[in-house]
């Protein structure tokens, strides 16, 4: 490896250029050497802007070219699988946005590709950067509530206009760098997976299976559509290996400018925690009496949204010991999905398919 990593950005949409792009061209401890895309046009753009010389249609292309030690991907979700894959077959680090990947036959894949080659694999999950989410992770990881009995979990947000294909209409309101999404980036269900369950409860999913370090066994699953072709509006209920329970329920329908709703509360034996995710705060009670918080200083970045691509320079760097987002835990938050979608359109409980699980 090259002093400091050589890092791609595959994909130059929305996300890309308002976060990945302007946070590594920014960071010392890397070279932004290149960025990826199909359309021409965005690519241009985003080359200009950021004034990075090195442009690509493809992987197969750059790999064809140049060096690289990571890539951030952030294409459209179905995309991931096959371009996490072909970088991690030519030896490419990577950190690949959320939804990980839409089936969980490819996720695994993923994850075992990466072991087998000895590489970095880290998800775009934001939220696991903040530092109630770090504190959540260590007071479940301690059984500082004892054993857990229920999660409860509300995620409420603002994107049914991206379901709709209409994305131009939060122009007003979110700071877009270039762009927004592409209109089918989240409302066609092949590019997407899926509406809310896909873009939204996948944060949720992700930060409570990898909090409780548990995969789910069962799901079952409720979801509305109205007249969308992607949900617009889910209620789950799930049971963990560890006899935890769960339930979640997540809208995207809040309306134009309305601030996040994402609370999340986990019972033990001894004790309660309660994650109020949206404004980075954090409160553990347990039976001793004790109770900490996470809150007003502690808080920091309420959404890091610059750190998940430099997490994956500082994994392979060695500055960072620990993956804060790893591909195994972010396997089993496909899987759950996977089994969210089936079990609401089949109208029935959806057991996790033990021959697609994978060894913990
Ligand atoms: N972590 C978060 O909070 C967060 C927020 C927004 C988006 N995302 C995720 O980031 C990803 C991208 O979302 P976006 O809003 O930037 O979408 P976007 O539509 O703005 O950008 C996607 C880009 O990928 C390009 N692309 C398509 N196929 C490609 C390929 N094979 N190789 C390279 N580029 C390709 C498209 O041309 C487009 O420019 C999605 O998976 C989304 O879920 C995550």
């Given at each position: 490896m090259s002093a400091k990593p050589r890092i791609a950005v595959v994909g130059t949409g929305w996300w890309s250029t308002e976060f990945h792009i302007p946070s590594l061209k920014k960071y010392q401890d890397c070279e932004l050497v290149a960025l990826i895309d199909p359309n021409g046009e965005k690519l241009k753009k985003a080359q200009d802007m950021f004034g990075i010389p090195s442009g690509y249609a493809s992987v197969t292309e750059a790999l064809a070219e140049i060096k690289l030690d990571g890539a951030i991907i952030a294409t459209p979700s179905a995309m991931h699988y096959p371009v996490t894959k072909e970088l991690l077959e030519n030896g490419v680090h990577v950190m690949v946005e959320k939804?990980?990947?839409?089936?969980a036959s490819e996720a695994y894949e993923i994850v075992n590709l990466a072991k087998a080659k000895s590489l970095h694999l880290t998800i775009g999950?934001?939220?696991?950067?903040t530092n109630a989410a770090k504190a959540l992770k260590q007071a479940l990881d301690n059984q500082e509530i004892g054993e857990i009995l229920l999660v409860n979990g509300l995620f409420a947000s603002m994107a049914e206009a991206y379901y709709r294909g209409?994305?131009?209409?939060?122009k007003g309101i979110f700071n877009w760098a270039i762009t927004g999404p592409?209109?089918?980036?989240?409302?066609d269900p092949k590019l997407a997976g899926g509406g809310q369950g896909q873009t939204q409860v996948s944060h949720a999913i992700g930060m409570i299976l990898h909090a409780i370090n548990q995969r789910a066994t069962q799901v079952v699953a409720f979801m509305e559509n109205r007249d969308l072709n992607v949900d617009l509006v889910d209620a789950m209920a799930f049971t963990c290996e560890a006899n935890i329970i769960g339930n979640l329920g997540s809208t995207g329908?809040?309306?134009?400018g309305d601030k996040h709703q994402q609370e999340f509360r986990y019972y033990g034996t001894k004790g309660y925690i309660l994650h109020d995710m949206r404004n980075g705060q954090l409160l553990v009670r347990n039976d001793k009496g004790n109770q900490y918080e996470i809150s007003g200083?502690?808080?920091?970045?309420?959404?890091?949204?610059?750190?998940t691509s430099r997490h994956l320079v500082d994994l392979i760097t060695g500055k960072a010991k620990i993956n804060l987002a790893p591909g195994l835990q972010a396997a089993w938050a496909v899987e759950f999905l996977e089994a969210a979608y089936k079990s609401a359109s089949t109208n029935s409980i959806v057991k996790v398919k033990p021959n697609i699980r994978s060894g913990k």
């Open positions: 939804p990980f990947t839409i089936f999950y934001t939220f696991q950067h209409v994305p131009e209409q939060y592409d209109p089918q980036t989240f409302s329908n809040l309306r134009d200083e502690d808080i920091g970045d309420i959404y890091p949204a610059l750190n």
